[in-house]
């Protein structure tokens, strides 16, 4: 699966457009990590702990829509857009969004 945030693929033009495609996700990040993060608000640096919170969940969101997209039949996802935001009570929970065109090439 060819997946990118570009509308088409140089070299490979869309034979057929299958649909619109999303994926989502929403994770937690516990309160020790919280703490982590405080102390580097703090001090200054970055967060090894929320960084890694925020790959998996991209990477769970991106797994969701590229296999919503195989479903459908398509070889690649074109025009894909991610958006985060954190939500639940006091912003305790990361949200990933993306969303993109599942194609066949």
């Known amino acids: ?10 070299g490979h ?3 057929q457009y299958k649909g619109v495609v999303t994926g989502e996700t929403i994770i937690g990040a ?5 703490m982590m993060a405080s102390f580097h608000d ?9 960084e890694r919170v925020l790959q998996e969940a991209k990477d769970a969101s991106i797994k969701e829509l590229s296999d919503r997209a195989a479903q459908l039949g ?5 025009g ?4 985060y935001e954190t939500v639940g009570q006091s912003n ?9 065109t599942a194609v066949v090439l």
């Open 30 to 34: 516990n309160a020790i990590k919280d």
């Open 1 to 10: 699966m060819i997946l990118t945030t570009t509308p088409t693929i140089e």
């Open 13 to 15: 033009p869309v034979q």
């Open 42 to 50: 703090f001090f200054g640096g970055r967060s090894k702990s929320y």
């Open 74 to 78: 398509a070889n690649a996802v074109v």
């Open 80 to 83: 894909i857009d991610l958006d």
């Open 92 to 100: 305790s929970m990361l949200m990933v969004t993306c969303s993109g």
